[in-house]
């Protein structure tokens, strides 16, 4: 019964969407036709790419937090919406830079996302939570390479007040997002 029900579905499958239920044979003549079913499956594909690292230069005599950027691509066929979600190589996947030893220290940084180019991020972003109803993905090509090149914004910002407290060294981390389809 269970082999007659998944059988009665795929039937059924392939009559909703116009397919042709089974490959048919020709016969000997003169001529002879034969027919077969085509099928190609689609995923829903997203990529990010374009990215470029994010240098901060701190500087003492200066005001304010340091802030840094990059564009993307982001890849998406078809039409739809994407989201990001970012995380960071802190504990917990923390948005944090960190010096090495002797004594680590983890400084927290923010980051913000702009599904545009438009040289400031718009959307704060939490750690491990996705950013949804994104728009403007490339459907061209998945590099962005045809179809209007970068065409969204990452921002970090580190508070000026963490840099001055911090002891001295050189402080890295790992930013990474993950584009999604909806």
Same mark, same amino acid.
Do not use: H
């Given at each position: 019964?269970?082999?007659?029900?998944?059988? &009665?579905? +795929?039937? *059924?499958?392939?009559?909703? *969407?116009?397919?042709?239920?089974?490959?048919?044979?020709?016969?000997?003549?003169?001529?002879?036709? %034969? &027919?077969?079913? !085509?099928?190609?499956?689609?995923?829903?594909?997203? $990529?990010?790419?374009? +990215?470029?690292? !994010?240098?901060?230069?701190?500087? !003492?005599?200066?005001?304010?937090? !340091?802030?840094?950027?990059?564009?993307?691509?982001? /890849? $998406?066929?078809?039409?739809?919406? /994407?989201?990001?979600?970012?995380?960071?190589?802190?504990?917990?996947?923390?948005?944090?830079?960190?010096?090495?030893? @002797?004594?680590?220290? @983890?400084?927290? /940084?923010?980051?913000?996302?702009?599904?545009?180019?438009? =040289?400031?991020?718009?959307?704060?972003?939490?750690?491990?939570?996705?950013? *949804?109803?994104?728009? =403007?993905?490339? *459907?061209?090509?998945?590099?962005?390479?045809?179809?209007?090149?970068?065409?969204?914004?990452?921002?970090?910002?580190? @508070?000026?007040?963490?840099?001055?407290?911090? @002891?001295? %060294?050189? /402080?890295?981390?790992? +930013?990474?997002?993950?584009?999604?389809?909806?």
């Amino acid at each position: 019964m269970k082999n007659f029900l998944k059988t &009665t579905a +795929l039937v *059924t499958s392939m009559l909703a *969407t116009g397919g042709v239920i089974a490959a048919t044979q020709g016969t000997v003549g003169a001529t002879s036709t %034969g &027919t077969l079913n !085509i099928s190609v499956d689609v995923e829903d594909l997203v $990529r990010i790419s374009g +990215l470029s690292d !994010i240098l901060l230069t701190f500087d !003492i005599t200066g005001t304010g937090d !340091i802030t840094g950027s990059s564009t993307a691509c982001v /890849y $998406r066929n078809g039409a739809g919406t /994407y989201s990001v979600n970012a995380t960071g190589s802190g504990a917990g996947d923390a948005f944090t830079i960190q010096n090495a030893a @002797p004594v680590p220290t @983890p400084i927290a /940084y923010s980051v913000a996302w702009d599904d545009a180019v438009t =040289g400031t991020a718009a959307a704060g972003v939490t750690s491990g939570t996705a950013l *949804t109803g994104q728009t =403007g993905a490339n *459907t061209v090509s998945d590099d962005c390479s045809t179809g209007g090149g970068a065409n969204a914004f990452v921002e970090v910002t580190v @508070p000026r007040a963490s840099l001055v407290a911090a @002891p001295a %060294g050189t /402080y890295n981390g790992i +930013l990474t997002l993950e584009v999604a389809p909806e």
